[in-house]
């Protein structure tokens, strides 16, 4: 074999070495860009994480406290938690699936958002995956608009409320300012959800 072969052959292989290492690989993409999950996703059929177009969010300059990126469970979108909050007072739900306080919990605020005077809800889902999220709020019937605070002990949105390590977890976020829902900790009724909201207001 010539000198000049074996540098064709080196060159060549050179080139297949780069070509394979540049090629995308669909096991590097994480679940919450929504490659592996359209299905789920159009089964749960969740709403929007983003109010409609020109819905001011909650809390204006002192929502600061907010900026924290985090994906939509809906379409896998990376949002940020303030945007996802209306315009006035807005229930937030910290919950996963292994909870089940959780799964009473949910029904019950899809219920109350449904309210023509209720304010806005949106759900967290913390320390389980995407896919289990989806799966348990289709089967729920729960639409909420709903953000996936990663797998891990905490994540940006869940250490921006403080949130307990006991769940579910509720907040209403009124003028920028989040406030824990302690009476009752748990919601087992639509009137105790508006309660908890007009005492917050």
Request: charged share 25%.
């Amino acid at each position: 074999m010539t000198t000049a072969t074996k540098w064709a052959l080196a060159a060549g292989a050179l080139a297949l070495a780069l070509i394979v290492a540049l090629l995308p690989r669909t096991d590097d993409v994480p679940e919450e860009n929504g490659a592996d999950l359209g299905p789920a996703r159009e089964r749960a059929a969740l709403a929007s994480c983003v109010p409609p177009e020109g819905v001011s969010r909650a809390g204006g300059e002192a929502s600061e406290m907010f900026e924290a990126e985090t994906h939509c469970l809906g379409d896998g979108s990376q949002v940020d938690f303030a945007d996802t909050l209306g315009d006035g007072p807005t229930l937030v739900n910290v919950w996963a699936t292994w909870c089940e306080p959780c799964r009473e919990e949910l029904p019950l605020l899809a219920d109350y958002a449904a309210q023509p005077d209720a304010v806005r809800v949106v759900t967290v889902q913390v320390q389980s995956s995407a896919a289990d999220g989806l799966e348990l709020l289709t089967e729920l019937g729960v639409r909420l608009p709903t953000v996936h605070d990663g797998e891990g002990a905490s994540g940006p949105v869940r250490e921006a409320l403080r949130a307990p390590k006991a769940l579910p977890a509720s907040y209403l976020v009124v003028d920028g300012q989040a406030q824990f829902v302690n009476d009752p900790r748990l919601f087992t009724s639509l009137d105790e959800i508006r309660n908890a909201v007009e005492r917050a207001r």
